[in-house]
């Protein structure tokens, strides 16, 4: 008994020191963050296979919430098991919480960021570059043929039109994968096809009531549950939320949480934690926190057994070939609304 949990012990030790470094250090976005990861447990400690790597990128971009917390949960899961996973996930945001709800808590006492915002505007470039060099080493990772092409440049295109991500586009490019790369005419309907309704059904959800911190806790959860990929794109979300629907935010301060969350480390998301600081103070940032990340938990905590069951299905891994491609696709078209939002500003 106590042979076996000992290993089981020291890998959940292993992934939250891991973890809380990652989360104090990372720094670029979810992109930079997933391409860290590929580079330092696949390469580096073996921890992963490419394949597993690969398998991990997309099967988290098909699911909603942000991708970078969502790929350590998943990895935590396939090294340290349920436990694992909400140790490293966890141990993953926590750095980046104590650091943003900080910097909420001098903006309130200081009524100003003056410096975090032109940071903002000096690190964008740089930012970008980072993201798109992150991106072509997880395209040379996954983009296989010019099927997976083709989706990526019409997610591309869709994103930086709506400026926002469309859930259909995931669920539709991995319906297209599963049609090009799987059997589903011999085969029974995918487990894929199970998984991705999920996020559809999420939209059954009640609407936001109550008080300040229900209404902020049942955003966010909002937020974490039906904004797909990568926490930059779900800036255009969180704007129409905060700043038109609620009004919590005008539009500079808006601009600020979304600085705080580019040049902070961590998963650029964590804006959630800045934005209930100033809305609700301490109590209001940890809402949030909890809100747009526990989602990511729950979805992968359901999804990863049933696609560790099945990975070898090839309508399942027809709908991870065309996931990814639309993730690839999705993320380029962030880096173009990124550079609009700091150009225009």
């Keep these: 008994m ?41 390469g580096d400690r073996g921890w992963l296979s490419k394949e597993q790597m690969r398998e991990s990128i997309a099967i988290c971009q098909s699911l909603p919430g942000p991708l970078a917390i969502q790929v350590g949960i998943y990895i935590s899961y396939l090294r340290g098991g349920f436990w694992g996973a909400w140790a490293g996930g966890w141990a993953f945001i926590f750095p980046n919480f104590v650091i943003v709800a900080a910097l909420g808590a001098l903006y309130v006492y200081f009524g100003d960021l003056q410096p975090v915002t032109g940071i903002f505007y000096g690190v964008s470039p740089a930012v970008i570059a980072l993201i798109l060099h992150s ?32 859930a259909v586009l995931f669920i539709g490019a991995g319906l297209v994968g599963i049609l090009y790369y799987g059997s589903l005419f011999r085969r029974p309907p995918p487990v894929a096809l199970q998984i991705a309704a999920v996020p559809v059904l999420a939209q059954l959800a009640p609407v936001a009531s109550g008080s300040t911190l229900g209404k902020l806790l049942l955003f966010f959860l909002k937020a974490g ?13 969180l704007e129409q939320g905060l700043v038109q629907q609620y009004g919590w935010l005008d539009q500079r301060e808006f601009l600020i949480a979304v600085a ?16 209930g600081y100033l809305v609700a ?5 940890l809402v949030s926190t909890i809100g747009i990340f526990l989602p990511s938990f729950l979805l992968v905590l359901v999804a990863a057994p049933l696609l560790a069951r099945y990975r070898l299905n090839p309508n ?10 639309a993730a690839i696709g999705t993320i380029l078209g962030a880096c173009i609304l990124l550079g609009q939002i700091a150009w225009s500003a």
């Design 2 to 42: 106590t042979t076996a949990t000992e290993p089981a012990r020291g890998r959940i030790t292993e992934l939250t020191v891991y973890f809380l470094r990652l989360g104090l250090l990372g720094f670029g976005g979810p992109v930079a963050l997933v391409g860290q990861m590929e580079r330092e447990l696949v």
């Design 135 to 166: 991106c072509y080493r997880l395209a040379k990772l996954g983009m296989e043929d010019w099927v997976q092409w083709v989706i990526a440049a019409v997610c591309l295109v869709v994103t930086v039109i709506l400026q926002a991500e469309v």
């Design 225 to 237: 549950s039906l904004t797909f990929g990568s926490g930059l794109v779900i800036v255009p979300f």
């Design 260 to 275: 705080v969350g580019m040049i902070s480390p961590g998963p650029v998301v964590i804006t959630a934690t800045f934005v």
């Design 281 to 285: 103070g301490f109590w209001g940032s």
């Design 316 to 325: 399942v891994q027809g709908f991870v070939k065309g996931a990814y491609a």
